[in-house]
């Protein structure tokens, strides 16, 4: 992706080139035109990013704690460049759509899996009942976000003084991150004896699989989108924005996990259910040029699984098998700055 600054660059040196007088000198203004004006922005967003999902197996194996495992993918720092179109017509109708894209710069995936006390009396754990018996760390070296945003609303109110506006909208949301986990940490083991190879893990200092992809995690969120905005002149060349959109989502998450020879590769797991989320923008937009504009503000993008939760395992020998979601969250935020040009 080209960094920021080279698209702020070429912006500024085709609204440089362009002028209205020149544009209508070889092209004849149309008689007449429902728009009313159009907004191009180009922006970036320097956003942390984090996963936490857990699922309870227990119903499937009793050795099994409640939750039986929960992954957490955090510090997930990504730079999204996001491009931005909105069309106002004359009838205060107006369409908006954004693409973003990032590639994640790094982070870290715990892995925590968690006994039963039966399962621990079993397993010969050096820890009694119910608890913890692995955690591992795994470094994240990639892998990439992009989203598609559109949106129809209409300006439902405006301030005296031409000092701003109320509008509302409804739209969809497409939303994927991709995560690749490498190496693997072993932080905490309570049964590196245990019996069953599928609960030993190695003694607590062990590192493996350097540089090795460990697990590959794609999360997909699909959502409708209904809120509202604001913009309000605090002088003639300030204003103030704020745009929050309530999500009404669907999950697909799929994980692989490329070590373990019991499992499917295409995926291994997969999480699937409805839930509620937000995407909120808040922004300082100072006139810098004639038509032309600095934002700078802090975005929230947030949803998390409340019904209809499913984990579900896909086995090497084509088994599968089903247990309930106890927790899935993705929430990514941080400080925004842009370009935004009227015409």
Known sequence: ?????????????????????????????????????VDLK??????????IWSHNASGLDANLGNPSSKLKYKDTGTNVTEITGKVQLKNKIFFRGAFGYGAIGGGRLTDDDFLSAQGAASQGATVSGEHRFSRTYSDIGGDNLWYLNGDVGVTAHTFQDNKGSLGVFAGLQYWRERHVATGV???????ASSPSSEFRCSPAGTVGFRNQAVITNTTTWFSGRVGGELEYKIDPRVSVEAKVAMLLSYLNNEDVHHLRTDLAQDPSFRMTGLGIGTNSDFNLR??????????????????RVLVNDQWKLYGSDGSTATAPLTQFQTLRHGPTVGLTYTF
Request: hydrophobic residues 40%; negative net charge.
């Open 185 to 191: 940490t072993q932080a905490e083991c309570t049964t």
């Open 286 to 303: 100072v006139k810098i040029w004639e038509r032309l504009y600095l934002t700078g503000g802090y975005r929230i993008w947030w949803n």
């Open 1 to 37: 992706m080209m960094p920021l600054r080279c698209l702020l660059c070429a912006i500024c040196a085709c609204l440089a080139w362009y002028s209205p007088d020149s544009a209508g000198a070889e092209v004849p203004g149309a008689p007449s035109s429902s728009i009313a004006q």
């Open 42 to 51: 180009i922006s970036e967003w320097f956003s942390q990013g984090e996963t």
